[in-house]
């Protein structure tokens, strides 16, 4: 049975920029959620994950800015900084929920083929 996918338009990303790197790129702790799922409609848990972007933007998925869909939220946190292979392969399996990520699940797939862990 396939596994199910969130529709971007009510994905929600949630992450915590790496303190360690000098460009403070994104970190190994990324979450994706259905934001159908958070009727409260808050912005991760402020304790945990304190950058977010997606479905609680009015022009998520419409807009013309990169942080109005998902490859440009990957992008601009995870590959324009020096983010860590680590944190970007974390990534990747969150993005990779997002029905319309096709792009972070191939990414995702040969990133685990370098590596052996397919």
């Not at 992450?15 to 159908?36: C, E, F, I, M």
């Amino acid at each position: 049975m396939p596994e199910s996918r969130i529709p971007a338009r009510f994905a929600e990303i949630c992450w915590n920029d790496d303190p360690t790197r000098p460009d403070r790129a994104g970190g190994s702790d990324v979450l994706v959620l259905d934001r159908r799922m958070r009727p409260d409609r808050r912005v991760g848990d402020p304790k945990y994950l304190s950058c977010s972007a997606g479905a609680m933007s009015a022009e998520w998925t419409t807009g013309s800015h990169a942080l109005d869909h998902p490859a440009g939220v990957f992008a601009s946190v995870w590959l324009c900084r020096d983010a860590s292979p680590d944190a970007i392969r974390a990534a990747l399996v969150q993005f990779a929920h997002v029905a319309e990520c096709d792009w972070a699940r191939q990414m995702l797939a040969a990133f685990d083929h370098r590596d052996g862990l397919e």
